[in-house]
């Protein structure tokens, strides 16, 4: 799993590879992905004693947020942060790799 993390001011580089570029050069290792809405579009949702407790916002404050996420399938780490670094968001946020339980 990718997570792709942004702050709330972004400035693409220029010469920043685009997301179709990207798409293409991971082809079909990449599964599935989406952009996300905007935190302040977020819900956090605890069990507490059998009550339901919602609020608004993200789980926590944080410079960056998670912007979306792209779940690919690779033979090893090593693949996976190669694919991560080239990733548009890369260049100018983070991609957080984060393995998934098989």
């Not at 792709?4 to 599935?32: A, F, Y």
């Not at 780490?77 to 670094?85: C, G, K």
Request: proline residues 7%.
């Amino acid at each position: 799993m990718l997570l792709i993390c942004v702050g709330d001011e972004v400035e693409v580089p220029p010469g920043t590879p685009n997301i179709e570029q990207w798409l293409e050069k991971v082809g079909s290792r990449r599964l599935h992905g989406s952009e996300m809405r905007p935190i302040s579009d977020a819900t956090t949702v605890r069990t507490r004693g059998g009550d339901v407790l919602l609020s608004s916002g993200p789980f926590a404050e944080t410079a960056e947020h998670i912007a979306g996420y792209d779940l690919i399938e690779c033979a090893d780490l090593d693949e996976a942060t190669e694919i991560a670094a080239a990733h548009p968001v890369a260049h100018f946020g983070s991609v957080e790799v984060r393995p998934l339980h098989e």
